[in-house]
């Protein structure tokens, strides 16, 4: 079953909990993904990664607009053309253009959460240019004409027999549920993509400053390919991820890689710092680079730069409780899920109501902040954007009215227990499901109880409970 | 740079200016240290191992493998002997791979010796061509040296240069690395560190266009998590490791 990401919040999360297939494929991976990155990280001095990893960030967004303008002029000094794009829109006319200028039919593109988020792949088909994923995760959901549910693992929803039954389909492969196979049915088809194609495009996982260098890092050897092959190499960029130093982007690639996969490095780290010099076989002849913000400046304005430090690992996703049960796709028509994209959909939303519910799905477990390689403290963030986003007025009258009844019992312990007994009393009129939990309160604190269920009140209250137990005789068991 | 670019590149860098001269505090919390100088060494190097036996030992754990050739032996031999293994035929059957030139492999008599085996070798000096192109992306092996390798995580550097595409240690199945101990060190940061003291880091970073770090044989994921190989790089990854000291 899909889910329908324009669907209102609600009923996507009610489609993805009652999607069995979707909830056994989200287990498997993300506890087998989040067990990885516990056992990479434990060989390693994490707590000092962490600190080094965030210093860099921190001094990098510290030094933005410095760091920007020396990446700039030494891509320039490489032999690139710099674009600059404030918008989505911008972003996508300017490789539109390049497109048209070079006269590009056919693009192939390696894994890249910017052209997701600016939906770049729409714009070139508006301007005729037809355009390939490269990465097998995400050329199964381009096939699939879904978005992407994950940020390093975008296929992490669908299972192997689905995928096959694509494959089958779109590719005229063979029946089988054997991964190798499908692979293979893939490579063969990609490879000719690669070949044949008139541009790369990729995104960027780290630009360094110092030298006018774009880092991508991928398994397959698709951003290798995507930067190497075509005559034209486009990188799409946010203006966040740009560091100083060429270490800088050393040990940032193994701290995401580790906090991702667990591996120690990814198979490929691509450092492309301009087009094929004279004399060497192959190397795209152009380069070009779009700088993306994209809302990013206003994030800094609006008392967010923590977001900027994210280096999209995924791994506050793996370990999320509510992720693991939803899936991406509960997060709407976005790029990014999970605690982050909770926390970064909003932001970057050209209309922050469309999003206004995603700060809400989380029970503030504090593990994506535990788990996070630059620390950013996301519980935090969710609870400073739920209060910007409620901060509208003053609460409604009844909220006030029952908070001063609330006042009113509390303050007697006589009126207290009183209410309690009422209470109980009462709960036993509600709707309960099979196993006694209280499916529905009376309006208003129906709202609460549409997404939750609420425990039935035992039979006896703990002051009860301790009462009678102070007045009996003590057993010596009960000290044990 | 076209007009609009120009103008969103001022109002980009004029609105992070203002953003960030106004948010005083950046950051909710902050480690409250400047850049790690270096930085830190993620990954221990190799103690109780040789760094050849690290680096062959990482490499066989990532599903690639390696070939440790004494200072008495004939590396040439062995290159021939890997490529007869990968590409079955009678021994009188031409073999051709996708090469680095012989003069960026470090390898004495390597050409005699595979030509004498009847191993031709295709080093292109421009793959701009389609049917150039098509003839490369049909050859199984590459054959390729390196700029550095890694022991602790027995990963190599491929750079590419005149004589050295980048197309070899990519488009075939079957990658054939070949590595002078000369070039073998024991971590990333070590290797960065020298490159920097040299004041070399910078010129060679930007100078080639591109380095990449290979670290085993392309690999997927992203089939319920099956990890497959060769995707879209070489299946097979074998290095040989020669002592060229």
Redesign the interface.
Known sequence: MNIDVSAPYQQRVAQALSDHNLRT?LE??TS??SGKRDVSVA???LR??R??A???K??A??H??EL??QLEN?LIA?GC??????TAD?ANA?VA?IARQRGVRRAVKSKSMTTEEIHLNHALEDAGVGIVE????EY?IQLADEPPSHIT???VH???ED?SELFQRELGMRPTND??E???A??ER??GE??AADMGISGCNFA?A????ICIVT????G??A???P?VYVAVMG?EKVV?????A??LW??VTRSA?GQ??????????????P?????PEEMHIV?V?NGR??I??R?Y??TL?CVRCGACLNSCPVYREIGGHSYGQTAYSGPIGAVVTPLLAADPATAKDLPFASSLCGICREVCPV?I?LP??LLDLRSDLTRVGTPPKYERSAIRAYTHVVERPGRYRWMLRLTRWLSRLLPTSRSGDITRFPPPLSAWTQSRVFPRFPSQSFRQLWHKRQNQPQRPSDNG | MGDRSAQAREEILDGLKSALQQQQALFRETVGRDLPDPPMTVFPPPEDRSLVESFAARLTALSGSCDVVRQDEDVAARVVHQIRQWVPTSADEPIEVLSWEAGELDVARLEQSLAEANITWFAPHELREQSVRDHAAALVVGLTGVTAAFANTGSIVLTPGPGRSRAAGLLPLHHLVLVPLSRLYPTFEAWLLVLRQQGRLEALVRDSGQIAFITGPSKSADIELNLTLGVHGPKVVHAIVFDDT
Not at chain 1, 134 to 137: M, P, R, V
Not at chain 1, 279 to 283: A, E, T
């Open positions: 494929a498997r991976a087998r993904l060989a390693i001095e000092e990664l600190n080094e965030r210093a860099i921190e001094h967004i510290r933005l607009p920007l303008q030494n490489n053309q710099v674009h600059w794009a404030q911008e300017i253009d490269t990465d097998l995760g199964i693992a975008p296929v669908k299972r192997a995928i991964p190798a499908m692979c293979a893939a490579r990609l490879r690669f070949l360094i110092e030298t006018g260098t398994n397959e050897g698709n290798r390919m930067t190497s092959m005559p203006i100083p130093r060429v270490e800088d050393l040990l193994q701290a996969t120690d490095v990814t198979v490929y780290f691509s450092l492309s710092s301009g087009p094929r010099r004399g060497q076989p192959d190397g700088l913000d400046s206003r800094i304005e008392g730069a923590d430090l620390k403290d935090r963030l």
